[in-house]
């Protein structure tokens, strides 16, 4: 791989539908799992096999449709686990096992009442068993976040030994900084013997809002791949949302990290599942939000009329949106109200211009926005305005 490229790991229909309310049928996630391979995400975890019947089935249909991406089933360090994942991507042109284990002190002596050597055993046993299934094995560290750096590591080190290509280091409970998280791992790339031979990755949550942070971080400092979510669903405040480390790193070139990530369908991708999950967004979440691009103060209404650049760093187009929104409301200028009069067939002079916005204010004072058919009401009480036109 490519020592600039970063895969992007899409974990919707796996921790994504974890979400409660977000249950999807099989059909459901096949439009969703076509959807993600055309998008050209690199890795798609399809769900969990031994959870249920409905899921084994899921994966095992996800790995006859998806004809590029890397099709991944998850396991706990359990045998029959493993098997059963084994079963489900039989088919898969590109299979991948993701197992693990708890690796953090907490969930060492509370959840599993063990020890770290016994830890190292159980991740060591299903990595191995794994590969007698398949070639690509992913680890994970569970609660690595709140793990022992140089545990964390020894523990790499061993998954390694047994196989592993890819190290996931999850920040579990979404509590690591930018800063820890990033020096993480670089601890890893710098302390575990065989790491070059393998791919780190990020598997972050948002409990902090810390998520897409905590990802950029990782990836700066050596992950080449980022599990994240369309639209940042998962469990409790969500994964890290796949458009934004995206858009980061298309946005940020000096950084010489780049995916394979068709942006162009990112907006129409989040509607999607969002309509399949009843899950809403909400207006002003980052890239997909519908108040991403719409602008409704008048000093960045009218700079971003002169020249997009001025208020907005992401061209609307590369993600999917046809264009940015000039919402009018009290705080908009005459210039927003000139720009939206054009758009529906009205050419104002400036003596126009000025009556009118007078009486659009007391519009505006009135309700929340002013939309087309009011300012069809207002031209109409603006001196006779001729309609022009539209092109």
Known sequence: MNNDKVQI???????????????LD?????????????????????????????????????????KNATVCGLTRA??????????????????????????????????FNSSQ?????????????AKNFVDDVEFYAEDAGRTDNAFLAKVCEEMIKAGATVLNIPDTTG????????????????????IENVIISCHCHNDLGLATANSIAGAINGARQIECTINGIGERAGNTALEEVVMILKQHPYLNLQTDINTQLLYDTS??????????????KAIVGANAFAHSSGIHQDGVIKN????????????????????????????????RAKKIGYELTKIQLDSAYRTFLS?????????????????????????????
């Open 78 to 111: 359990v045998k029959k686990d493993i098997e059963v994942a084994a079963e489900a991507l039989k088919i898969a042109k590109r299979p991948r096992i993701h197992t693990g284990i708890g690796t953090s002190d907490s969930h060492i002596k509370y959840k």
């Open 308 to 339: 997009r650049e001025t208020y907005e760093i992401i061209n609307p187009a590369d993600v999917g949106v046809t264009e940015s929104a000039i919402v009018l409301t009290a705080r908009s200028g005459r210039a927003a109200l000139a720009y």
């Open 271 to 284: 509607l999607m599942v969002r309509e399949s999950m009843g899950m809403p967004v909400q207006p002003n």
């Open 363 to 391: 519009f505006a004072d009135k309700q929340k926005e002013v939309i087309d058919d009011d300012i069809h009401m207002i031209m109409k009480q603006v001196n006779k305005v001729s309609k022009i036109a539209i092109a």
């Open 117 to 129: 050597d016994e830890v190292i055993r159980r991740g060591f046993e299903a990595v191995s068993y």
């Open 9 to 23: 790991f899409d974990t919707t229909l796996r921790d994504g539908e974890q979400v409660p309310g977000c249950k």
């Open 26 to 66: 099989t059909k459901q996630k096949l439009v969703i799992a076509e959807r993600l391979d055309f998008l050209g995400v690199d890795i798609i975890e399809a769900g969990f096999p031994v959870s249920s019947p409905g899921d084994f089935t899921s994966v095992n249909e996800i790995a006859k449709l998806v």
């Open 175 to 194: 509590y690591c900084l930018p800063e820890e998280y990033g020096a993480k791992i670089k601890y890893l790339k710098e302390n575990v013997k065989g």
